[in-house]
């Protein structure tokens, strides 16, 4: 059975980091690309970043270049996404999906992938 479960939200202050997790089973990560995406109360869905299945591509939002970080361990089937110099603005539950191929769109949209985890919140607030 094909599953995605995040992990690793939680409050922060702004400033802040944490790393979600995004665990997949019932596939591999070697065959899709693996996207989070993010969505606040009251706003659509946003993709955030995305890794490729063969590792060789990852895209970050303009929003999050240069504070988030993208990455995979293969033996664990897991991706994680680090986020640092976290600002009130990236508050959203955030979602991982898998692709429905192993590439990444320049611009990641929701129907380019087929399976979502059930979310997990991240709260920046002082």
């Known amino acids: 059975q094909l599953q995605l479960a995040e992990s690793g939200g939680g409050l922060v202050q702004p400033g802040g980091s944490l790393r979600l997790s995004c665990a997949a089973s019932?596939?591999?990560?070697?065959?899709?690309?693996i996207g989070w995406f993010r969505q606040a109360p009251g706003k659509e869905r946003e993709g955030v970043s995305c890794f490729s299945s063969s590792g060789g591509t990852t895209n970050y939002a303009d929003s999050v270049n240069g504070r988030f970080t993208i990455s995979r361990d293969n033996a664990k089937n897991t991706v994680y996404l680090q986020m640092n110099s976290l600002k009130p603005q990236d508050t959203a539950v955030y979602y991982c999906?898998?692709?429905?191929?192993?590439?990444?769109?320049?611009?990641?949209?929701?129907?380019?992938?087929?399976?979502w985890g059930q979310g997990t919140q991240v709260t920046v607030s002082s």
């Open positions: 019932g596939f591999t990560l070697d065959y899709y690309a």
């Open positions: 999906a898998k692709g429905r191929g192993g590439r990444c769109g320049a611009t990641m949209r929701a129907y380019e992938y087929d399976y």
